[in-house]
């Protein structure tokens, strides 16, 4: 048995770079330090459905083929689209999403990542009202309050709370007990559980108790004896807690970003933070969920201007979420082709946007069965970045680290299958 050491986790955007790797016979066959998610994307699963080979749809039945024919059946689908979508990415390497920007730019395609049904609402917000931010290292050297909104890591991003609240910093010698801990969440979760706080607020009604926060810090009265069902002195004293802070960080996830007001939740949040700094140090990190959907939106940046939902169709990229979102151009019924890359909206787009999916031609590069694969028209499966294939990935508060190969596969890696890609829509439109 050999032990692999300082492997990077493959799964969430906690981006854990201490895994140690158990590897028999060119196969990873357990881990260390890997929380149980962790664990089970490294661990093959007795009878879970790993693609070795590529698979096209014909008659209704997968008939096994080659990587050239899928990948030229693919090409011709992209070349001869006029409204291709090209969605996913968020579970694959930076070089690899490179090679998808050059790809979409190519075939005048509209390019998507998981943001748009995630954090795509605190993107909008940034763009609107800042980005204070810090790195995993500040919060755990310096941080006293902690608070968790709308996000429960404890089953989304289990060594979060270890990693950051409970590990003893420079600052905060004796660890959890060094820091006032604050959980808002309409349930009693796991996370809210270990909380010194919890502001256990009616759902839907965030932005109304960050809206009375902020006039509380600002030196007015609350109208309200309640808001949002938090009576108000609790609400007060939870706003004293932020001023009294050495150092105060705010994560924040899910909760506010798909509960009503979307990207408004945010924008407020972050004024809330914002505000904090005139009284004391305050910084947020938003729970960024795939351990690479942050790389997709730097690349996207530094390509083309903008970090999702961009539209290639005119040459030029523009970008407008809400009509060039995934789901805007699988819901509005505009994408008539689309090519799903290290993601699976078969089992998390809702069932209008699933409707179309059905409707078109779909390509899945795709390692495993699942929901989108029972959709597809070509299955393509790739090495598993993390495990089989290298390349960079950026961390939740945007570290970029490397993603080791811990194992040989005879598999191409997503890059590979791209730039194959690439060459044939190149040779589909010039003869066209
Ligand atoms: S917390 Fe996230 S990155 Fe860390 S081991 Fe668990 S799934 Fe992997």
Not at 236 to 254: S, Y
Not at 292 to 311: A, I, K, L, R
Request: hydrophobic share 40%; net charge negative.
């Amino acid at each position: 048995m050999e032990y692999v050491k300082n492997v990077v986790c493959p799964f969430c955007g906690t981006l854990c770079d201490d895994i140690i790797c158990k590897v028999e016979d060119n196969e990873i066959v357990g881990t260390i330090n890997a929380c149980r998610i962790g664990h089970s994307k490294f661990v093959h699963a007795e009878g879970a459905v790993r693609y070795t080979k590529p698979l096209i749809r014909k008659n209704g039945e997968f008939v096994e083929v080659s990587y050239d024919e899928a990948i030229d059946k693919a090409a011709k689908i992209l070349a001869e689209s006029k409204r291709p979508l090209m969605y996913g990415w968020s579970c694959t390497e930076c070089e690899a999403q490179a090679v998808g920007m050059e790809l979409a730019e190519e075939a005048g395609a509209v390019i998507d990542n998981t943001a748009s049904v995630c954090h795509g609402p605190s993107v909008l917000a940034l763009q609107d009202v800042g980005y204070p931010i810090c790195t995993f290292g500040e919060v755990k050297n310096r941080a006293d309050v902690v608070v968790y909104w709308g996000c429960n890591p404890m089953h989304a991003h289990p060594r979060h709370m270890s990693r950051n609240v409970f590990a003893r910093g420079f600052f905060r010698e004796r660890g959890r007990s060094d820091r006032t801990l604050i959980v808002v969440d309409p349930r009693k979760t796991d996370t809210a559980k270990l909380a010194d706080i919890h502001l256990q607020l009616d759902f839907d009604r965030d932005y109304e108790l960050v809206d009375a926060m902020r006039t509380y810090l600002l030196g007015n009265e609350i109208l309200y004896d309640e808001v949002a069902g938090v009576p108000r002195e609790q609400i007060e004293e939870a706003v004293e807690a932020l001023k009294k802070a050495q150092f105060g960080i705010l994560f924040f996830g899910m909760g506010i970003t798909h509960s009503r007001g979307k990207h408004r939740n945010i924008d407020t949040a972050i004024m809330l933070v914002q505000d904090l700094n005139d009284y004391a140090k305050w910084t947020l990190i938003p729970m960024r969920g795939h351990y690479n959907v942050t790389g997709f939106n730097q690349v996207c940046t530094w390509e083309s201007g903008y970090p999702f939902c961009v539209d290639f169709s005119g040459g030029e990229p523009r970008y407008n979420p809400g009509e060039t979102g995934a789901n805007d151009l699988l819901q509005n019924k505009e994408a008539d082709a689309m090519m799903v890359i290290a993601s699976d909206p078969g089992a998390h787009f809702p069932q209008r946007a699933l409707e179309r999916m059905a409707e078109i031609p779909v390509i899945a590069i795709e390692p495993h069965r699942t929901p989108t694969t029972e959709l597809a028209d070509i299955i393509i499966p790739p090495a598993i970045v993390g495990m089989e294939a290298e390349g960079t990935a950026y961390r939740m508060e945007g570290v970029p680290i490397r993603m080791k190969k811990v194992v040989d596969s005879d598999l191409l890696s997503d890059r590979e299958i791209l730039e194959r890609l690439l060459e044939k829509v190149k040779e589909y439109r010039a003869s066209k």
